[in-house]
T-cell receptor
């Protein structure tokens, strides 16, 4: 089964700046989801984008999906210290709701 | 809506001992997952249940790991005997809906942290 590859693996920015992280994959997907994980905690669902969608917004989050390039990006605008966390893309492909995760991007937002 | 409950939150055992983790998914969620997350890595799917049937256990080390979901609700994941490399967080997750789907939110528990010494 495939998993996404996030890039960069680590990102450090100043508070107020935008953070962009990318996820690439190899085979077709049904949908792609982004999750956040604070240190020592479980994963929290951020946003889902379906294979027939190109862009979605949720608050300060913007996700794009380019199925021709097999890639997605997550943009966090006006970052805050509280956004410090690891971010994972999760791919749903095949049947029965199978979901696989990449290795994640570790984001540090410096106050 | 109550979230996914997991216990215990933390467990330290010696190698070759056994351990069991319990998960109570969100009420009505037919699909339940167990993931293993080693520090610094992404979650790796161990097993996926649809109601009380196993859908995918291709990455479950069956010589030492076992899981069951009796009555299609709670689930337990057991490791026996444990190895040092089993030190990880074991995450349980659930999602509503059955069969082929396109995009329901998967809800995760806080995880069970296992340290094998």
């Amino acid at each position: 089964s495939q998993q996404g590859e996030e890039d960069p693996q680590a990102l450090s920015i100043q508070e107020g700046e935008n953070a962009t992280m990318n996820c690439s994959y190899k085979t077709s997907i049904n949908n792609l989801q982004w999750y956040r994980q604070n240190s020592g905690r479980g994963l929290v669902h951020l946003i889902l984008i379906r294979s027939n969608e190109r862009e979605k917004h949720s608050g300060r989050l913007r996700v794009t999906l380019d199925t021709s390039k097999k890639s997605s990006s997550l943009l966090i605008t006006a970052s805050r210290a509280a956004d410090t966390a690891s971010y994972f893309c999760a791919l749903n492909s095949g049947g029965y709701q199978k979901v696989t995760f990449g290795i994640g991007t570790k984001l540090q937002v410096i106050p | 809506e109550a979230g996914v409950a997991q216990s215990p939150r933390y467990k330290i055992i010696e190698k070759r001992q056994s351990v069991a983790f319990w998960c109570n998914p969100i009420s009505g969620h037919a699909t339940l997952y167990w993931y293993q997350q080693i520090l610094g890595q992404g979650p790796k799917l161990l097993i996926q249940f649809q109601n009380n049937g196993v859908v995918d256990d291709s990455q479950l080390p069956k010589d030492r790991f076992s899981a069951e979901r009796l009555k299609g609700v709670d689930s337990t994941l057991k490791i026996q005997p444990a190895k040092l490399e089993d030190s990880a967080v074991y995450l349980c997750a659930s999602v509503s809906g059955q069969g082929f789907f396109s995009g329901n939110t998967i809800y995760f528990g806080e995880g069970s942290w296992l340290t094998v010494v």
